[in-house]
């Protein structure tokens, strides 16, 4: 019974970790094998993936016989599958550019926005872009250089990898190791927690996560960016500078179950899905338009 | 039986060493402990802040968890009268049935802004200790109530026809003879605080850096598995199960010594 050997098979933790990961590998593996009538098969982002993947569980429910398969791989993998056939649809976390116009369509399913938040009885009401990388890069790290209380600022960050990072980054014109964070956190919710526990703490999540949060009584704000107030709807009209489209993409004009697929993730219907994921709906009249508009 | 879990096992660490080696490979074992930092989309793969981090948070707890597990094994025993220490076991065994998540939740909206009033910003080493603490508490404390039953009754009764007085019973007699099971527990119980990750991550900060204080936060492997997995691609997936790989080793290491220490004496 007491067998020092035997913590290898109790330590239950790590056990079904990597249980998981080889599992995972396994069902990803007979997935891809299995065949229906019908199969659509979506590759790219990991920040689109998830909200597909639940889009495409409705549209399997409401249309028997078809099968929708949907892998993760990055914003790269979704363009590069798309361009060689591996995939029917692209996913992407971003706008197209404009040198892929020629070679892809775009069509905007849903937006993701960044807000930064503040603990609620923080009483700086705004800060500047530039404020953002000061503090960000370490060269400010108290509140009363930019306008608030006699206190250090908790720097909040987000692991490597995550997309909302990148956005953030980018947009900031920021390096990951530049940043000097006294937390790293995983997702929204986490974040969330982190900053509504921590009076001089500044921190970035999606904006339908915060919003959200703030409807349900956590005690958090969110901060404007460039002069622009952080919500759903700015994200929405596109006026929200940290912001993005998250795009289905396609080589050919789409035609039959692709068309009608991307027809399906742009109405109405997954509204729902959309905001339970935190992202921002967009009309689907509106969406073509708005694609090329992000096209920078 | 036995054979199917070795040959999981043994598949197990196949598989993690293999989706390793490419980082390996390509990277080299150096670069592990010696880049400047853990920046992996930027090729930078520094473990062993993590592998400090780790270790740091597992001793912290274990050596705060032993002394209070042992005493709380001690009271059940020999001090608390039979009803007490029969509902105070069943506390204790309901302090291990608690999913490591709530112990974070619990970790993130109540230790951690506690702390940060004491030193912001609080996500810290410190609470990563505590709540591990409290996690493995329950495994040192009834492994060790279980290894004192098993001291066969004479030995409780010779201790008392020699007018021993009851520490000198507990501590000259009863931890000795009971060595080995203790000594186990606290091995089980550093397994499970080397391997705990739900908790750690919501608790400790996970910034990468090599702690200068208790207040300092720290990112541990299962952490770093944990936060960066699930966005990992190539390269960076790869370096992330090279810190799986060092976790295998770390806990193979742990069970090689605690065989060294206990592995030939008898269970009482």
New interface residues.
Partial sequence: ???????????S???N???G??FSLLLTACSSGSSADQKLTLTGS?TVAPLIGEIAKRYEAENPGIRIDVQT??SSRGLADASQGLADIGMISRGLKAEEEGEFQGFVIAKDGIGLIVHGDNPVQAISDQQVVDIYKGEVDAWQAVGGNN??I?VVNK?????TLELFLKYFEL???EVQ??????DNQ?GI??V???P??LGYVSIGAAEYDIAQGSPIKLLPVDKIAATTETVQDGSFPLSRPLTLVVTEPPMGLTQDFINFAQSEQVHDIVRAQNFVPVSSSLAQTQSEATAN | MAAIAATLLLWIACFVVAEAWPAIAQVGISSFVADTSWNPTEGLYNLWPMLVGTLLVSLGAVSLAIPLGLGSAVFCQFYAPPLLASLYRRLIELLAGIPSVVYGFWGLVTLVPLIGKLHPPGPSLLAGVIILALMILPTIALTADASFEQVPPSYRQGTEALGFSRWGMVWRVMLPAARSGLGTGVVLATGRALGETMAVLMVCGNVVQVPDSLFAPVRTLTANIALEMAYALDLHRSALFVSGVVLLALVAGLIALAEIVFGREAVP
Avoid: C, W, Y
């Fill in positions: 019974m007491t067998h020092p050997f035997q913590s290898l098979f109790l330590n933790t790590r056990r970790l990597l249980l990961m080889g990991s791989g990055g206190a250090p908790t692991a490597e990898g995550r997309s390096e990951n190791s964070a006294d937390v790293v956190i995983g986490q927690k982190t509504a526990g921590n001089n703490a």
